[in-house]
């Protein structure tokens, strides 16, 4: 299990990432939202042990351990870190990801032999920039998987190339429901949608408000040389 209690990240002028609690289950899906796409990213860069945090706790499987997160974890199209580049065709995204992976674990080595086997085949001549939601979505979290160590997904913001959930939903329930492979998938989002039940968090959800709703350092005064 993912926890993450308080997880902030310190930006120039106000947090990255403002402090944020939530928990993802194996074989569950969990969508964050958060109008910001930057702090979308901090998000999901933090929950895979990929960017330090200013502070709180986070733990996978009951481990502090940053080394045990990023071993366990794929982010997936994570804009301006992993997101594919647009002159990059399919076929290259596939040959470049799986250089990446033990040979091992990725069985063929051309791209070729994994497209097929994979069912991509249709796709493989498309420049990535000409992919469909949904299948971008498809090949990328399949990438993401060969290696069999990946137990958490983490999809920065999927819903920025479609606004109908049908082209990203489905095949995130579909990994989290997974029996032969039980995932925790986490998604940021800008909103969740309307017809989605599951569990929800929303990016700072942790912040100390005060009775008016409003954050505690908006109501902090300094004091003046009388009061001190």
Same mark, same amino acid.
């Given at each position: 299990?993912?926890?993450?209690?308080?997880?902030?990240?310190?930006?120039?002028?106000?947090?990255?990432?403002?402090?944020?609690?939530?928990? &993802?289950?194996?074989?569950?899906?969990? $969508?964050?939202?958060?109008? #910001?796409?930057?702090?979308? /990213? @901090? !998000? %999901? =860069?933090?929950?895979?042990?990929?960017?330090?945090?200013?502070?709180?706790?986070?733990?996978?499987?009951?481990?502090?351990?940053?080394?045990?997160?990023?071993?366990?974890?794929?982010?997936?199209?994570?804009?301006?870190?992993?997101?594919?580049?647009?002159?990059?065709?399919?076929?290259?995204?596939?040959?470049?990801?799986?250089?990446?992976?033990?040979?091992?674990?990725?069985?063929?080595?051309?791209?070729?032999?994994?497209?097929?086997?994979?069912?991509?085949?249709?796709? &493989?001549?498309?420049?990535?920039?000409? $992919?469909?939601?949904?299948? #971008?979505?498809?090949?990328? /979290? @399949? !990438? %993401? =998987?060969?290696?069999?160590?990946?137990?958490?997904?983490?999809?920065?913001?999927?819903?920025?190339?479609?606004?109908?959930?049908?082209?990203?939903?489905?095949?995130?329930?579909?990994?989290?429901?997974?029996?032969?492979?039980?995932?925790?998938?986490?998604?940021?989002?800008?909103?969740?949608?309307?017809?989605?039940?599951?569990?929800?968090?929303?990016?700072?959800?942790?912040?100390?408000?005060?009775?008016?709703?409003?954050?505690?350092?908006?109501?902090?005064?300094?004091?003046?040389?009388?009061?001190?």
């Amino acid at each position: 299990m993912l926890s993450a209690h308080q997880l902030h990240v310190n930006g120039r002028r106000d947090d990255l990432l403002p402090p944020t609690s939530l928990q &993802a289950r194996r074989g569950g899906l969990l $969508l964050v939202s958060g109008t #910001r796409q930057d702090q979308r /990213t @901090a !998000l %999901a =860069l933090a929950l895979s042990g990929r960017m330090k945090p200013s502070g709180g706790t986070l733990e996978w499987d009951g481990s502090p351990r940053t080394r045990n997160l990023r071993q366990a974890s794929a982010v997936v199209d994570s804009p301006g870190v992993n997101d594919p580049e647009q002159h990059l065709s399919v076929r290259d995204l596939v040959t470049e990801d799986l250089a990446l992976v033990p040979r091992r674990y990725r069985g063929a080595l051309l791209s070729k032999p994994w497209l097929k086997v994979n069912r991509f085949e249709d796709i &493989a001549g498309l420049w990535t920039e000409q $992919l469909p939601a949904d299948r #971008r979505l498809e090949l990328l /979290t @399949a !990438l %993401a =998987l060969v290696d069999p160590h990946t137990d958490l997904l983490v999809a920065d913001s999927p819903d920025r190339h479609s606004g109908d959930p049908a082209d990203w939903l489905p095949r995130l329930e579909e990994l989290a429901n997974d029996a032969g492979r039980p995932l925790a998938v986490v998604a940021t989002v800008s909103r969740v949608p309307e017809r989605w039940s599951g569990p929800t968090a929303v990016i700072g959800n942790a912040a100390v408000r005060t009775a008016e709703g409003l954050p505690q350092e908006l109501c902090e005064t300094p004091e003046t040389e009388d009061a001190k």
